[in-house]
């Protein structure tokens, strides 16, 4: 019997991240994405092997990746979403915060999903029914919690609602920093870290409809039991967007009236 899903999206998120562990600090060339972007070669090297990996197990899915762009059949509502190297900035100014993301969309749902961080060499996934952190190649449970008061703002454009609110301005904002502590990691792991109990709560203000970015973290944040909705509190993907992902309802109900 071959790969379950979420097997393949733990398998797959590990292939990518061994390429970036083993690029990180090599001369590495960038290709030119417009509007300052760029990636660099580790990116298109994790996404290609990841690509052939998922299309050799999963023919007959599609596969959306950050470089690439769709890829397999247009008539399938299975579609593998992968990021192949979150935090491309970061790495490339030789900073190890970093994540290798893969999700399985099948219809509307988040069916499997899987993160990789190369450096810490841990991987965050779910099967849709609950969320593990693995470390030394054993599954521990991941339970959320609120103590550490550290908030994760993303604070990186596009946003998607800047004619009402600004992720930036509750920096300033004394309610905000009388209550948590802010903080600006700007990868997919810090979405992850609220499913661990390392931060209390993350807020972002992008569309995530299908977005490679974060669809793996919020799959993991969901089973792990966090609270998470758009930045109304109504379901995340809907609405005016966004996210708030809480440990707890009580953050969660903070963060939501601040906003």
């Known amino acids: 019997m071959g790969m379950s899903d979420a097997e393949l999206a733990i398998e797959a998120a590990l292939t990518g991240a061994r390429i970036v562990r083993d690029r990180f600090g ?7 994405k417009g509007g300052g972007d760029f990636a660099t070669a580790a ?8 690509v052939e990996l998922l299309r050799a197990e999963r023919p007959d899915d599609a596969v959306i990746g950050e470089e690439g762009g769709r890829r397999g059949p247009e008539d399938t509502d299975r579609r ?12 490339a100014a030789g900073t190890r915060l970093v994540a290798v993301n893969v999700a399985l969309r099948a219809g509307d749902a988040t069916t499997a999903a899987a993160s990789a961080d190369p450096f810490a060499e841990e991987l965050y996934w779910t099967d849709g029914t609950g969320a593990w952190v693995r470390q030394g190649g054993a599954d521990k449970p991941l339970s959320p919690l609120a103590e ?10 596009p946003f998607a609602n800047t004619s009402w609110f600004r992720a930036a301005d509750l920096l300033v904002n004394p309610g905000f920093t009388d209550r948590f502590d802010p903080r600006v990691t700007s990868t997919t792991l810090a979405l992850l870290w609220v499913a661990t109990g390392q931060r209390a709560g993350y807020i972002a203000d992008r569309d995530l409809r299908e977005d490679v970015h974060f669809t793996a973290g919020i799959a993991v944040c969901q089973a792990a039991g966090c609270v998470v909705t758009n930045l109304r509190g109504e ?15 009580t953050t969660h109900a903070a963060l939501l009236d601040l906003i």
């Open 26 to 32: 090599t001369e590495l060339s960038r290709v030119d």
């Open 43 to 50: 990116d298109l090297e994790s996404e290609r092997a990841i």
């Open 80 to 91: 593998w979403l992968l990021d192949p190297l979150c935090g491309t900035r970061n790495y």
């Open 148 to 157: 550490s008061r550290l908030v994760e703002l993303d604070v990186h454009p």
């Open 235 to 249: 379901p995340v993907n809907t609405g005016v967007g966004g996210l708030i992902a809480a440990a707890d309802r």
